[in-house]
């Protein structure tokens, strides 16, 4: 089994991936009505998935990112995350608020950004990609050469692949949401009945919110 199906899989093992049946659908802050709920947070009970995990960023930034001289983490939950893989690779790190603190230095980027080191960004997801690229911007603001974002899980939606172009900016995920969706079927954690739609709902996320 290859990286992408062998994370896929322990993330339904360890439930960090539940999906319903398309009659009781879970709600996201955006209002968008989604059969699946991906919480990566619990990636860090299990010590042998979450090594997994950073032995999978380790490798593909080694490959895609060769050039990379700083790991950041979104906080919250991309930080732990950022943490294991810069060890893992003996670089500094850094990790991104979702807005500037209110008090002392009013950071945003906390850490150091060392002059003239190329910053590759870790997610914990990708859904539109909204967020990730507010950090994105955040680390430039702080004076950072981006060159890449990697994520653990990727719902595959068109709207961030746009967003990321739009921006100029390069992403890479350890596993996805049709590298999954089979594997879920073959689990038993998906009726077969319900693939086409669960299919569908990665082109259309708004198919169950019209």
Known sequence: MNMSKEIAKKLLE????????????????????SPIYCDNRLTMSYPEVRDKIAEGFKEVIEKEFP????IAG??????????????????????????????????????RLFEG???????????????SM??????????????GVVAIFSYNFKKADDLFKQEGVEYRTLTNY??????????GYVKEEELQLLKQWSKDPYIFTK
């Open 14 to 33: 360890i439930k960090a991936v539940t999906i319903k049946d398309t009659s009781n659908l879970f709600t996201w802050a955006s209002g968008i009505k």
């Open 67 to 70: 050039e990379v001289g700083i």
């Open 74 to 111: 979104t906080a919250t939950a991309g930080i732990p995350h950022a943490a294991w893989v810069s060890q893992k690779m003996n670089l500094p790190m850094v990790y991104v608020r979702s807005s500037a603190k209110g008090h002392g230095k009013q950071n945003q980027v906390e850490g």
């Open 117 to 131: 080191k190329k910053v590759v960004l870790i997610e914990d997801l990708l859904s539109t990609g909204g967020s």
């Open 134 to 147: 507010k950090a994105v911007k955040a680390l430039k603001e702080a004076g950072a050469n981006v060159i």
């Open 178 to 187: 049709d590298i999954l969706l089979p594997l879920a079927a073959k689990m």
